[in-house]
């Protein structure tokens, strides 16, 4: 049923943001049988039991190896292998649309034309959360064209639209299509990014700065990805440092910022844009409560871009 847009004076926390749009997330009950080659990161959908013994191992025959629910790592190959087990029965990987947005934006780069980068960088985001990805050439603020992208993207699990704010032709029409949860969230940066569900589909609505997208898209999209893929939501790598200048923030806006590490000293760097969010090497988080840290603090730096 459609709904209209919430207030623009509205601000969810993004505690309450995750558990509102979680809410029409499940895990997928669709299933592929894939080669044990090619199954590391994915998900079993039943027990995995042995077709061999290993008695070193101590496992016989019919034994489960590993249990339903089971996210496959690198090492559990060689064991399965050993029991006799050549392929797998696992979840299929979550289907995400992500939609770019603009009458600016190209595909390419060009003297004439801005390009797109915001949803180019979420789709290699999503694809090493394990979701499968489709990323869509940028879409003109053109009503019917919009209402078109999401009409189409509805047979995915998820879909994510970047270069939206609050009162633009995009909100407008997944307001008509659906129900618009928020207009804007309590972080910083991502004031502006919102929720909907279209369809019983959740929408994530994000701005085109590198930033606030970046921001959205690790603590919006990568728990709604493990959702659906009945994975665990595993904990960034992290380190600790000393904070080499004070960070500001609004009490009752949850802040992330951009942080350069180097022997020991986590130095904040200005700005949201595509190079200060590329050239961090993590992020520090404010929590809402707390307005700023104070240069000397000892603070966490999580690496969201981490190569294993």
């Known amino acids: 049923m459609a709904g209209p847009s919430p207030s623009d004076a509205a601000s969810l926390s993004l505690e309450t ?3 509102r749009i ?21 998900i079993l959908a039943t027990d995995t039991t042995a077709n061999e013994p290993v008695e070193e191992a101590d496992i016989s025959v019919d034994d489960t190896v590993f249990e339903q629910g089971h996210q496959v790592r690198p090492g559990d190959v060689g064991l399965l292998r050993a029991t006799g087990v050549s392929e797998l029965l696992v979840r299929q990987r979550p289907q995400a649309g992500i939609i770019p947005t603009g009458d600016e934006l190209r595909p390419d780069a060009s003297t004439a034309s801005k390009v797109e980068t915001a949803g180019f960088t979420l789709a290699q985001y999503v694809d090493r959360w394990g979701g499968k990805v489709t990323y869509r050439d940028p879409v003109a603020d053109d009503a019917p064209a919009l209402r078109m992208a999401i009409q189409r993207d509805l047979t995915r699990d998820m879909i ?6 609050p009162g633009d032709t995009l909100r407008e029409i997944v307001a008509e299509l659906g129900e618009v949860l ?6 910083d940066p991502g004031r502006r990014a919102g929720l909907a569900v279209v369809e019983n ?5 994000l701005p085109e700065s590198a930033g606030a997208a970046r921001v959205g898209a690790v603590q919006l999209v990568r728990p709604l990805l493990k959702t659906f893929a009945h994975a665990p939501l595993s904990p960034h790598p992290e380190t600790r440092a000393t904070l080499a200048a004070h960070v500001d923030s609004q009490t009752g806006i949850e802040t992330f910022t951009p942080v350069a590490v180097s022997d020991g000293t986590a130095t904040p760097l200005p700005g949201v844009d595509l ?6 090497d993590g992020w520090v988080s404010v929590p809402a409560d707390e307005a700023g840290i104070d240069a000397g603090t000892a603070v966490t730096v999580e690496d969201w871009d981490y190569l294993p």
């Open 201 to 205: 589909r959740p929408v994530v609505l």
């Open 22 to 42: 979680g809410s029409v997330a499940g895990p997928i009950d669709r299933t592929d049988r894939i080669p044990l080659s090619v199954a590391v990161g994915r």
């Open 275 to 280: 190079a200060t969010a590329t050239r961090a």
């Open 17 to 19: 943001a995750r558990r």
């Open 160 to 165: 994510v639209v970047t270069g939206t704010e």
């Open 182 to 187: 928020a207009d804007r969230l309590a972080i």
